[in-house]
Structures are given as structure tokens and as C-alpha cells.
């Protein structure tokens, strides 16, 4: 008993010309290759559309790396500076104080001790 293998397909999806040949040691997926003008411009492991075709042939534009700089902390002071107007305008909070011991509570559950 052999294991049915895919056959290769041609066709063409708008003016790029894809051909379909199964993957090594696979059984039913295959690998698609886009060429435009009969050079190869790609491959995929999916079905492409002609939007996957035309971002292969001209692919974004990725901007340049930018280094990792250890003197640049964002959101953080630098040495020496003074602290933002607004930290110092706030009121420092009202005294946190225990209650006494035995002050009674009013119960949520009944209205009339409100």
C-alpha cells in the first residue's frame, strides 16, 4: 500500500504565474511558488492571493533598527532635578486613627440605625 501523494498544479493568479509542487515527506500540503516574468519571486506553504503575490514583489518598507541606549530612561527623572509643581500642590492625606473600642456600628441590614 502507497500513500497518495499530490500532483503539482499550474495556474495563475492575475499576472503572476504560480506552480503548486507537493512538500517533501507530506501527503496532501503543498508548497506554492510565485514567478513574475519567470523568476521566482517567493513561496508559500498557503494558497496566495494576488495581494500575498504583490507584497512578495514589493515588499514594505521596514524602518532602520534603532540601538539600545542604557542612558536613555523614559518617564524618569534625571539626577538633580526638582519634582513636578503638580506632586507638590497635592494635600497630604488625612491621619489614618483607630477607632475606640467599643463604638458601636451601625448594621447595613437595618435601615433605621442610619
Known amino acids: 500500500m502507497s500513500i497518495p501523494v499530490t500532483e503539482h498544479k499550474r495556474f495563475w493568479v492575475g499576472k503572476y504565474e504560480i506552480v503548486a509542487r507537493p512538500i517533501p515527506h507530506s501527503t496532501h500540503m503543498l ?17 496566495p492571493s494576488e495581494s500575498d503575490c504583490l507584497f512578495l514583489e514589493k515588499p514594505p518598507a521596514v524602518p532602520p533598527l534603532k540601538l539600545y541606549s542604557t542612558g536613555y530612561r523614559p518617564g524618569r527623572p534625571k539626577n538633580g532635578s526638582r ?5 507638590a500642590e497635592k494635600a497630604p492625606p488625612p491621619p489614618s486613627e483607630d477607632l475606640p473600642d467599643g ?8 435601615p433605621e440605625e442610619r
Open 31 to 47: 508548497r506554492y511558488t510565485v514567478f513574475l516574468g519567470g523568476t521566482r519571486i517567493g513561496a508559500l506553504a498557503s494558497m
Open 103 to 110: 463604638l458601636p456600628l451601625p448594621d447595613p441590614r437595618n
Open 83 to 87: 519634582p513636578p509643581a503638580a506632586a
